[in-house]
Nanobody, 123 residues
């Protein structure tokens, strides 16, 4: 059974940093593109960043470019989202998702989803 588990969320002050992790179990991430999405209260889910199965291609939403970095460590079956210079508008539940494709997309065309981790940016 494919399972994705996110961790690393929490409460952080504006300007702070968090690193989210997405760990896969039940399958190898080697052939999966991974996306990070977020959903704030009252808003639609949006793509934040994604990474190809090889790790050579990444994409970012304009709102996080220069602040967030996605990476993957296939040996650990894990994908990370390093979030720096966090802003209150980054507050949301963050989800990772996997698709059995080489290339990633910023839309929700993914087969497997995690349960999410809450990120709250507030002073």
């Amino acid at each position: 059974q494919l399972q994705l588990v996110e961790s690393g969320g929490g409460l952080v002050q504006p300007g702070g940093s968090l690193r989210l992790s997405c760990v896969a179990s039940g399958f190898s991430l080697d052939y999966y593109a991974i996306g990070w999405f977020r959903q704030a209260p009252g808003k639609e889910r949006e793509g934040v960043s994604c990474i190809s199965s090889s790790g050579r291609s990444t994409k970012y939403a304009d709102s996080v470019k220069g602040r967030f970095t996605i990476s993957r460590e296939n040996a650990k079956n894990t994908v990370y989202l390093q979030m720096n210079s966090l802003k209150p508008e980054d507050t949301a539940v963050y989800y990772c998702a996997a698709r059995l494709r080489a290339m990633c997309v910023m839309t929700d065309e993914y087969e497997s989803w995690g349960q999410g981790t809450q990120v709250t940016v507030s002073s």
